[in-house]
């Protein structure tokens, strides 16, 4: 009996910690982010009274399994096709890594290039020294001349959710919500190499997914800088009920 009173003195304390707070496990290739259409963001730049940029734009979930789970597939067929869109590239952003910096032009040039396609690219800045100062992303934008929204990400909440480690981190979805591709641009972040044996494994998942194709490689370690953070003080934190 003496031996279990410590144990349970422990377990007790540790009870009554604040819950930690930080990144989830991480997103991966497979994975239905249905959770995804409920969330908004606002453009760096936009105004107080600009309307935060609402993910429910780019995401149709499936009804067959949340408000028609005995749909068939013949009705599902004959369900009005999804308006938008076809696919979401997410890229978690850095106006100031090196790494970022060295892939933004291949970046802007893929969401330039599948735009008419049927991709929507947007770009999610969670470092909390940019969200305290978004002037320096309007800057690195138009110094870069991206044409691509960029999205900030207060107390980096949605970097948590995925569980986005670097800058550049990409994610690339249906409109179902099903990821499709997580990982790096391509394998030459230093851009040393010759166009022809770069690994393009982003390039090569969006051909095959507008194609129909299956995707040859749907996940790649992810490089670049490391997402600051926000530190957050104990009060800051849930206490746990």
Not at 114 to 120: K, S
Not at 151 to 177: C, Q, V
Request: aromatic letters at 6%; hydrophobic letters at 40%.
């Amino acid at each position: 009996m003496n031996r279990v009173l410590p144990v349970l003195l422990l377990l007790a304390l540790a009870a009554a910690l604040p819950a930690q707070s930080g990144p989830q496990k991480e997103v991966r290739a497979g994975d239905r982010l249905t959770w995804l259409a409920a969330w908004s963001l606002r453009e760096a730049g936009a105004g107080e009274e600009a309307e935060p940029i609402r993910f429910a734009r780019f995401l149709d979930p499936p009804l067959a399994s949340v408000e028609a789970p005995n749909e068939t597939a013949a009705e599902s067929a004959e369900r009005p096709a999804p308006k938008g869109p076809r696919f979401l590239l997410l890229c978690f952003w850095s106006p100031s890594c090196p790494w970022q910096n060295a892939w933004d032009p291949e970046l802007d040039a893929i969401a330039r290039e599948y735009r008419p396609l049927g991709v929507a690219t947007l770009a999610i800045a969670s470092n909390a020294e940019d969200n305290a100062d978004p002037k320096r992303i309007l800057e690195r934008k138009q110094k870069a001349g991206l044409g691509f929204p960029i999205l900030l990400d207060p107390h980096n909440e949605l970097a948590d959710r995925f569980g986005a480690r670097t800058t550049p981190h990409i994610f690339l979805l249906d409109r179902s919500g099903r990821v499709l591709y997580t990982g790096a641009i391509d394998d030459d972040a230093h851009r040393k190499k010759p166009v022809e044996k770069r690994r393009t494994w982003l390039r090569d998942a969006l051909a095959a997914a507008i194609a129909g194709r299956p995707i040859p490689v749907t996940s790649s370690p992810p490089q670049g800088c490391g997402i600051h953070r926000e530190k957050k003080k104990p009060a800051d934190r849930p206490l746990r009920r």
